[in-house]
């Protein structure tokens, strides 16, 4: 009985689009072959002409995306529409695709909220009258439930989201992605391919743990063709909030963002300190630029909204 190892057939696989699909001797095997060498992989998802036509009516998406969790992607998601939605002559929405951790119903205070479907799709949950939210925590029964879903049922609920849900017509789509460089991403990439994508925004930390995983970030952006606008280093330094003095909490130990930046010809977007206050904000689902905007955090988070690296991608100007 011979054996063939998952790690040799994905080294010598032709790729579901090759003329060779199924029928080259290292597809032998495979649990796909037959599928494969039918010509239905090759075939274009029908949903993504489909997704095309209905964010045609969305003028500027932007993807929040990082190789590392827990370097506060969904916070700066949060942020990044409350600061576009506090200019109230823009309609802005929040589409959270973290489907296994929807952290964006806690973080914009919409937690137990539902969704509602009518004759022209889903209905997402607004925060104001200009700021659209959606996210599968709408859709769980308690935000304790876990989702236990195979890379193509989460995939087809990303499809869902981009296709069946009424965002209407918004100036700004930003879409909070999970960590890693896989299934979601992967998806959503396809899923926006017939649809014009200003970029993505990468966040990261000081530190080389996480530095080391963003740049798998960011050379998954460069295969996929996927516009970078940026990087945010989060959690650059800890900012007191009664004496104002900033202490390293997590060292940037091979420069930071600021010396990969440089390293890999990317604009640094801006670098935002620690302030507890963002975080209890973030639990108590409260926009921290509005309830702190004394914070050394909320200036910067500003002045990324308003740095010139994003403006030439979405042309916009937010005031607060």
Not at 47 to 64: F, N, P, Q, R, Y
Not at 118 to 147: C, K, T
């Amino acid at each position: 009985q011979s054996y063939v190892s998952g790690a040799s057939l994905r080294k010598h696989c032709p790729g579901t689009q090759s003329e060779q699909a199924g029928k080259s001797s290292s597809c032998e095997g495979c649990p796909n072959q037959k599928l494969c060498a039918s010509g239905a992989t090759k075939a274009a998802d029908p949903a993504i002409a489909e997704i095309g036509e209905k964010l045609s009516t969305v003028k500027h998406k932007i993807l929040v995306l990082s190789g590392k969790g827990g370097v506060g992607k969904s916070t700066f998601s949060a942020h990044l529409a409350h600061a576009l939605a506090s200019d109230a002559t823009k309609e802005v929405a929040l589409l959270d695709v973290d489907i296994c951790g929807p952290s964006i119903p806690r973080i914009m205070g919409l937690e137990g909220e539902q969704v509602h479907q009518s004759g022209s799709g889903w209905s997402p949950v607004y925060v104001d009258d200009n700021l659209a939210v959606m996210s599968i925590g709408f859709l769980l029964s308690s935000p304790d439930d876990a989702v236990i879903w195979r890379g193509p049922k989460k995939n087809g609920m990303i499809k869902q989201f981009l296709r069946d849900v009424d965002w209407g017509e918004l100036d700004y789509l930003v879409v909070d992605t999970p960590p890693g460089t896989s299934d979601e991403h992967l998806s959503i990439v396809q899923y926006l391919s017939s649809t014009h994508v200003d970029g993505a925004v990468i966040i990261t930390t000081p530190q080389e743990v996480s530095l080391q995983d963003v740049r798998k970030e960011i050379r998954f952006c460069q295969k996929v063709k996927l516009p970078i606008i940026g990087v945010v280093e989060n959690m650059s330094g800890f900012v007191c909030p009664k004496c104002q003095n900033t202490s390293q909490i997590f060292p940037p130990t091979t420069g930071g963002a600021e010396q990969m930046c440089a390293d890999l010809n990317l604009p640094l977007l801006g670098k935002v300190p620690l302030d507890p206050r963002i975080a209890r904000s973030c639990d108590e689902g409260r926009s921290f630029l509005a309830e702190v905007p004394d914070s050394p955090a909320t200036q910067i988070y500003l002045d990324i909204v308003k740095s010139k690296n994003l403006i030439k991608h979405t042309s916009y100007f937010v005031f607060i």
